[in-house]
């Protein structure tokens, strides 16, 4: 009994040292009052490793979420990513889909609150496991500018092509998981520092022209619509 009552402490101990926030603690207590009711020490011991585990599993989504966020150029709240860390059991590939979801609600200005993240979640869900890859976003952007995929993959420099490609570029950055490298090899193999120019320019100009900001954000909620 004296050990059960170590099991116990124990937990708790890392309940208060790891779990600060309202879900793990949630989830502490109620493995702490499953423990309280068992009487055999080494079923009080596996239930301990097992919700030792599943703390960590929890600890690493959580991780995962707010690092892909912040590749993302997103500050995730730590509520939001516990949040995304209790509700996605499934893989990684699913936790930065969320996350990308997430960004691209962001990116519209709509608020990142639970309805956003129930959205973002239930919207992965529902696809089973759909990923925006870089072909879905190219072929959205020139079906808006009317271009075809040759035009902006390719060499031209024309203000309208290169205006399109550095807009694809941008948004195969943000809404997928490819490098700067992995991003310019679709577009004629351009280098790393030509796609992080193209992007840094997208960036900026979101931010002082609010046109062509709403352009960007309507062709991120067309490829968001596309299945």
């Known amino acids: 009994m004296a050990n059960h009552k170590s099991s116990i402490k124990r937990i708790r101990q890392t309940e208060s040292r790891r779990l ?9 207590r109620n493995a702490v009052r499953n423990l309280r009711k068992m009487t055999d020490k080494a079923a009080a011991e596996a239930k301990l490793r097992e919700v030792s585990a599943m703390l ?8 995962i979420s707010k690092n892909k966020a ?6 995730l709240d730590d509520s939001v990513a516990n949040y ?19 960004k ?5 200005d709509i608020p990142i609150d639970q309805p956003a993240v129930d959205r973002a979640i239930q919207d ?3 696809s089973n496991e759909f990923t925006i890859t870089p072909d879905n976003i190219i072929k959205e952007v020139c079906r808006y500018f009317r271009l075809e995929e040759d035009q902006i993959r390719g060499p031209s420099r024309s203000r309208d092509i290169l205006n399109a490609r550095q807009i694809a570029m941008y948004l195969i950055r943000r809404m997928t998981s490819l490098s700067l490298d992995e991003t310019g090899k ?9 796609t992080l120019n193209g992007v ?6 979101m931010k002082t022209d609010n046109t062509y900001a709403e352009t960007v954000k309507a062709i991120i909620t067309n490829v968001n619509s596309t299945k």
Request: charged share 30%.
């Open 20 to 28: 600060r926030n309202r879900y793990y603690a949630k989830t502490a």
């Open 56 to 63: 960590d599993r929890l600890a690493s989504k959580k991780a």
């Open 70 to 75: 912040a590749n993302l150029g997103l500050i």
């Open 84 to 102: 995304i860390a209790g509700k996605i059991t499934s893989n990684v590939r699913q936790l930065e889909g969320t996350v990308h979801k997430i």
């Open 104 to 108: 691209a609600f962001h990116d519209l």
């Open 124 to 126: 992965m869900i529902r």
């Open 186 to 194: 679709l577009f004629g193999g351009r280098d790393h520092s030509t």
């Open 200 to 205: 840094t320019k997208v960036e900026n100009r």
